[in-house]
């Protein structure tokens, strides 16, 4: 049986296939377990840390609720004096010393690195600029849940994709044998590395890695993907990102382009689908349209999955905690 104890979650980079999947059934067991009000106290007893840069709704309260399930302790921590003050080496050093797990949100992957080199004790990434690794297990549970399997399925990313998303999608696909599409203007394709290591890690699974900027690459996708057209700290982009995204907004013509009536929509979230937000109704005022990476009719269509994916964020993010800081969690897959 697998044993993940003590390890930190940075990147799926880390991770096996064997892993990824061992994390996705753990995240089935716990999530039908809460369905019918089981609890393992798989982390009774620890006390965790969450440590956050940016702003959020899922990460935090998935991480929250998703250790008060199993027992544990929980701080939220938005306000501390990491990288001002107090260096992050520092910061790092004492936390060890309190926590027995650090969740990590914000800009450098550098950041997280450190934590859990100076910390002792496992580190979760709940984003980064360069990965959000929760995110994407959340996406592959969502999937395998829908179709009941993933290897050998097509996943269409449109947008930005050389972000955060797009990288930890296509690790994730070449990983457990996805066929990954980024649909994205070539100035937004991701790191020429990346790209070369997974299109050789995809031959070993089974599954491709292709970049294009044609929408005929959307053809006999069995999920099309898509996030915010401009990421936290580079709102000042706004212009520049709507003039080169426009043209890869998720609307019907997209999903009908698929050629799969069955194919279903993800998002991370916060999604712009409406003007019901202030920046959508910014937007909206200068220039003419509030309806940004996807339209609201796709994003409240019937295959549209994204309130699913979300919850599913606390259900993998539970996996990853009991995973490498619970207690004996290989005791409810037996």
């Known amino acids: 049986m697998t044993d993940l104890r003590g390890r930190s979650f ?37 006390n965790i840390v969450l440590l956050f840069e940016k702003t959020s ?6 991480f929250e609720v998703a250790g ?28 060890g010393r309190f926590y027995d797990g650090i969740e990590f949100r914000g800009y450098a992957q550098d950041t997280v690195k450190m934590l859990v080199d100076k910390s002792g004790v496992p580190v979760w990434n709940g984003l980064t600029d360069d990965y959000h690794p929760t995110q994407v297990l959340a996406d592959t549970m969502t999937i395998r849940e829908h179709f009941g399997d993933i290897k050998g399925r097509k996943l269409v990313f449109a947008g930005d994709a050389r972000n955060n998303m797009g990288n930890s999608l296509m690790i994730v696909s070449a990983k457990l044998g996805m066929h990954f599409t980024a649909f994205a203007p070539k100035e937004l394709w991701p790191d020429e590395k990346l790209v070369d290591d997974m299109r050789k890690l995809a031959e070993e699974t089974g599954g491709s890695v292709t970049l294009s900027d044609d929408i005929s690459c959307v ?24 003039r080169l995204l426009k043209p890869y907004q998720v609307n019907k013509e997209l999903m009908d382009r698929t050629g799969n009536p069955d194919a279903i929509f993800l998002h991370c979230l916060p999604s712009f689908h409406d003007a019901n937000t202030e920046i959508s109704k910014a937007v909206q005022e200068k220039y003419g349209f509030a309806e940004m990476e996807v339209t609201d009719e796709v994003f409240r269509s019937p295959n549209s999955l994204v309130f699913d994916e979300a919850e599913n964020r606390l259900h993998s993010i539970k996996a990853v905690m009991c995973a490498t800081l619970g207690n004996e969690p290989n005791k409810i897959l037996d």
């Open 219 to 242: 053809e006999g996708a069995d999920a099309v993907y898509t996030d915010i057209w401009v990421s936290m700290g580079e709102e000042d982009q706004m212009d520049e990102r709507i």
């Open 57 to 62: 709704t899922r990460t935090r309260c998935a």
């Open 10 to 46: 940075l990147t799926l980079l880390d991770y096996t296939p064997e892993e990824i999947l061992y994390l996705l059934d753990l995240a089935d067991k716990l999530k039908a377990d809460k369905k019918q009000g089981i609890t393992h106290d798989l982390l009774k007893g620890k």
């Open 68 to 95: 008060y399930d199993e027992g544990a302790n929980v701080t939220f921590l938005s306000n501390s004096q990491m990288g001002k003050k107090e260096s992050i080496e520092d910061t790092a050093l004492v936390l």
